[in-house]
């Protein structure tokens, strides 16, 4: 293992350690328990909520427009998430957590 890649080991570690201590006050943060599960890093987290904010428009604006059906959404957050993740866990996870609630309850659906 080189330098560089026991540096972004750390760093995970050490993200993983901040969602350990929320995780002791808190035991129904599903989603960082997946994060810490799977060792998805920081970054690769920030893209998921990005992904999240942008599809929560999206779904807003379909919405607004009388769209009905709304599997785009699932497939585009599907095939976006880190490989080891998948959508079941995901779609649970973030509603126990009560995130991007409409959208996750939306998504649900298409289980």
Known sequence: MNEQELLERIKILEYHQKLLLKLLNDSTLDLYK????????EQE????????????IKLEEQKAEGYVYFQPLF???????????NMRAIINACLKQKLYMPLFQELEKYL
């Open 34 to 41: 997946l994060i810490i599960e799977n060792g998805i890093s």
């Open 45 to 56: 987290v920030k893209l998921f909520y990005s992904l999240c904010n942008k599809m929560s």
């Open 75 to 85: 497939h585009e957050l599907s095939v976006s998430l880190p490989s080891n993740l």
